[in-house]
Each structure stands twice: as structure tokens, then as C-alpha cells.
């Protein structure tokens, strides 16, 4: 099965949005987009979505730039064409790119306890394909750079084969596609990771997309206190469509948000799960939860320069403290078991999406997200 006239050993010109420099606006351009090589796949992107990463990235304050280069990570999209040695398959399936990958050969991928795959793990650096060390992508001969292995900002990419995970043909792409990084993140903090007991109380620091995915996966646990915190008071009405029970904004005050936390739950939350990247909001994440059980788990990125710091007797009094990547999910095993929560009804995604707009109105999703209106925003490939 072949989709658009695209053949197997062709390298087509398509559309894809290209960024040429840090913090520029992208440009609609014509791609070549070469045919899959060995473990890769070539496969239409129907809808992605824009995430913070993203934007981080096309900013590249303090990171590698690696430009001209085409982002874009969370998507949904169909099979075109496989290269040799792919099985599990084949034009036509439908499936979700993830930036991080499951070999499923290495230590990490036969453990039941990491998905921190050794040959896919995310790198932010590499802007070429791992089988040749060449990019897939070029205009009239000069090459565009791939961005964690997937680059969904354009009609086709190429992927390799151990960063797709096959979900249900039946799935809405436009609604699933946002699976494929933040919603799954904080989801799987909660639900993986944490594991709040049924009625049990949870705080969440930080009412972004992953924050949110978060409290809505201790809604789904059956939490009986959902308590969000975050300085933004405009975050506080919406995050009660995730669950929300309790909102705190530390800058209301005079003390540490922990200890305002442990007032109000006599002693301490049973789970948190921080959620900012913020080194404060991590230990406090850390030091609201109750003694004898509570455990916090990390999923922001914090500066590389930061460094955690708390009284060993908090460790002591029998608090937990636990990181996570990606919620602890491996992406083709246990992805397709997300869809299927979304497809049930148990995960309620459409409550993420706040916009929609069509690939040559990109920037306007950028737009959307630098000025805080947007938790994601589809973007339509065609």
C-alpha cells in the first residue's frame, strides 16, 4: 500500500515546515524526503501537535543549535513505506512517533522496571538518522536537520522503526496524537510512578499540559484530594476539568508552600508530583509529602546547574523521593494500552486540546503557546 503516489525508492519533494534559525518564524518550504533505510520507516503525518519542547528548542537558549532544522514530536500518522528488517509493520498501519525509543534487545528495555532505552533514549543533539549518520531531509541538496528522531512538522518523515508505537485503526488521530509526549508524561508520573491509592490526596506543582496529565491521572486513580499549586491563578479554573479539587498559589504566603500543604492535609499530601522543572517547587514537592509514606516523584527538567537540597531526615521519617521519564512508559509496548484508556473512555483528552490550526499557520501555535493561551494546539497536516 502506497499513500499519495509516493513510491518506495523515491525521495519526493513534500511540504514541511522549516526551521532555519533560532527563534525565527518557521518557513513553509519543499522537502525531499528520502526513502527509509535499514529498521526505518517512512510514514504520513496526519496531525501533530505543538509542545513546550518544541519551542524550547527552536529557542535554543543554552542548548546545542542545531539548525536549519524541522521540530515537531508529538503526531499521529499511517505507514508509507518500511525499510529492511522492520517487522511488526507495514503500509498502512497506524501508529504514534515517540521521541524516546524501545529496542527492545537492550538491559533497560528487557527490564520490567526502565524505559530508558540504551540504543533510543532521546537526544536532543543529533539531528541525523542513527543507521548512516546522514538526515533524511534536504533541499536541493543541502541536508535539514531531524529533531529526537521524529521531525512531524511535515507531510513525511522517517523514523526509526523502534520509535513507533501501532495503536488501533479505529483511534481519532486527531485527539491520540497528542499521546506521544506531555499528556503520557504526566499521566504516567501519576498513574505509574506515584500510584496514589484510591482516595488518597495528591498535589500537583505546575498546571501546564504535563501538570494537568498528571492530576488527571490521579482523577483517574481515584484521588480524593487533587491539590494544584502554581503562581499562575489563571491556571486554577481550568485545572478543575482534570480533577482539581484545591488550588494554592505560594505567592499567597509568608511561609513555605510545603508547610501551607501539610496544614491542610494534617501532615502531608500521600503522593506529589512536580511538574515545573523548578528546583524550589522540587523540594517542596519532596518535603510536602507525609511522613512514613508519602512519595514524591520529579518529571521537570531543572537546570543544569541546580542542585537538590533537603535535610536527610526527611529521607529518614520515611519520605520517598523518585524521577521519572516519559511516565515510565515503553513506547510500543505500552502505548497502544493508552489509546485503548482514551478509546474506553477511562483518559479524556479532548479537555488538552485548546486550538487547531493548519500547517502553513504554524506560528500560530507557537504564538498560542509563548503567550500562554494554548495547553496544545493540532495542527492539520492537510
Not at 509542545?51 to 527552536?58: A, K, S
Not at 503500509?91 to 525509543?101: A, C, E, N, Q, R
Not at 527490564?111 to 538518522?129: A, P, Q
Amino acid at each position: 500500500m502506497l499513500l499519495s503516489g509516493l513510491s518506495w525508492g523515491s525521495s519526493p519533494c513534500i511540504v514541511a515546515a522549516v526551521a532555519w534559525e533560532a527563534g525565527k518564524p518557521l518557513v513553509i518550504e519543499e522537502v525531499e524526503v528520502a526513502p527509509p533505510q535499514a529498521n526505518e520507516v517512512r510514514l504520513k503525518v496526519l496531525y501533530t501537535a505543538l509542545c513546550h519542547t518544541d519551542v524550547y528548542f527552536w529557542e535554543a537558549k543554552g542548548q546545542t543549535p542545531v539548525f536549519p532544522r524541522i521540530f515537531g514530536h508529538e503526531a499521529a500518522g499511517i505507514v508509507e513505506s518500511v525499510g529492511e528488517g522492520v517487522t511488526g509493520l507495514v503500509p498502512g498501519d497506524h501508529v504514534l512517533p515517540v521521541f524516546t525509543g524501545e529496542c527492545k534487545e537492550c538491559r533497560h528495555c528487557k527490564s520490567k522496571e526502565s524505559n530508558m532505552c540504551d540504543l533510543l533514549r532521546i537526544n536532543t543533539d543529533r539531528g541525523v538518522m542513527l543507521n548512516d549518520g546522514q538526515s533524511r531531509f534536504s533541499i536541493k541538496g543541502k541536508p535539514i536537520y531531524h529533531f529526537v528522531g521524529t521531525s512531524t512538522f511535515s507531510e513525511y518523515t522517517v523514523v526509526h522503526v523502534g520509535c513507533l508505537a501501532k495503536i488501533n485503526p479505529a483511534a481519532p488521530l486527531d485527539k491520540v496524537c497528542i499521546l506521544s509526549c506531555g499528556v503520557s508524561t504526566g499521566l504516567g508520573a501519576t498513574l505509574n510512578v506515584a500510584k496514589p491509592a484510591k482516595g488518597s490526596t495528591v498535589a500537583i506543582f505546575g498546571l501546564g499540559a504535563v501538570g494537568l496529565s498528571a492530576a488527571e491521572g490521579a482523577r483517574i486513580a481515584g484521588a480524593s484530594r487533587i491539590i494544584g499549586v502554581d503562581l499562575n491563578p489563571k491556571r486554577f479554573h481550568e485545572a478543575k476539568k482534570f480533577g482539581v479539587t484545591e488550588f494554592v498559589n505560594p505567592k499567597d504566603y509568608d511561609k513555605p508552600v510545603q508547610e501551607v500543604i501539610a496544614d491542610m492535609t494534617n501532615g502531608g499530601v500521600d503522593r506529589s508530583v512536580e511538574c515545573t522543572g523548578n528546583i524550589n517547587a522540587m523540594i517542596s514537592a519532596f518535603e510536602c509529602v507525609h511522613d512514613g509514606w508519602g512519595v514524591a516523584v520529579l518529571v521537570g527538567v531543572p537546570n543544569k546547574d541546580d542542585s537538590f537540597k533537603s535535610h536527610p531526615l526527611n529521607f529518614l521519617n520515611e519520605r520517598t523521593l523518585k524521577g521519572t521519564f516519559f511516565g515510565n512508559y515503553k513506547p510500543r509496548t505500552d502505548l497502544p494500552e493508552v489509546v485503548e484508556m482514551y478509546m474506553r473512555k477511562e483518559l479524556e483528552l479532548e479537555k488538552f486540546i485548546t486550538h487547531e490550526v493548519t500547517l502553513s499557520d504554524i506560528n500560530k501555535a507557537f504564538d498560542y503557546m509563548l503567550n500562554g493561551e494554548s495547553l496544545r494546539c493540532i495542527i492539520k497536516m492537510e
